[in-house]
């Protein structure tokens, strides 16, 4: 659990987005019925026409369940408890659950079919990868290029910059199943449940009634807030675009799916083969 001053921090950039996400919806709305024929979201691949102001209300349901966590109250390092199996099981056990909710909301309140809304038949799994591979080099060295930024910047704001808790935690378990348990929860239900929650649902409800840039911006804003760590909310918002732009490429959530898993993936291996950091 992060302490009360990180989560004071994350609670005013979450309030800030939100507000700004509120202000952007009504601009928007204001400037379209000034001119009309205006298209602010059709630029991408990306398409968005199929969201409608009922989607708004489930994004922001959905948003607030992710921020969860945010309400709670930071406790002393002292008073942090390991991560045990059965915790990181409930973790995945509510994830899943959260995105089967969303899953069914489109398909039995909206009549909406995912795989149509979020573009999933236009690869197959393999192109999907592939390019997903090739894009995710430059996204990853950019993304660590500002984490090292960051830290040795933030150090004069933020002395006490400690890695993420998931990296501390699974640094630190000593049981194997606990730690695979751990890597599944980061390489394949945080991929899966993430891009379907932010990029595919919010990011494309947002682009709906917005315009692309400011969806990328508040999605990737929310989505770094999420993780709870101040010092890594900028490269995690520099991923969040990438993983943004990466969608509206290719128009296919699979390939920002399995970038954030390759993502997740090599820096897991990092922390096996690397504990202490590199020497």
Known sequence: MPDSTTLAVLRDVAAVTVMAIAFGIAAYAFLRARRPALAWNADGGVSVRAFALPDVVAASLMASLMLSGLASQGEPASAEMAPSASMIFVNIVFMLALCVMLLLYLVVFRGLSPAELFGLRRLSVARAAGIALLSIIPVYVL???????????????????????????????????????MGIAAVIVAPLVEEVVFRGFI?????????????????????????????????????????????????????????????????????????????
């Open 143 to 181: 993304v660590s290029i500002v984490a090292v930024a960051v830290t040795h910047l933030g150090k004069g704001v933020w002395p006490d910059i400690q890695p993420q808790e998931a990296a501390k935690a699974f640094k630190t378990a000593q049981q194997i199943p606990l730690k695979v348990m």
């Open 203 to 279: 990011y494309g409800v947002l682009k709906r009634y917005t315009d692309t840039w400011f969806a990328a911006v508040c999605s990737a804003s929310l989505f770094a807030v999420v993780h709870m760590h101040v010092g890594f909310f900028v490269p995690l918002f520099v991923l969040a675009l990438g993983l943004c732009a990466a969608y509206e490429r290719s128009g296919c959530l699979l390939v920002p799916m399995w970038m954030h898993a390759f993502f997740n993936g090599t820096s897991t291996a990092l922390l096996l083969l690397y504990p202490d950091g590199p020497k």
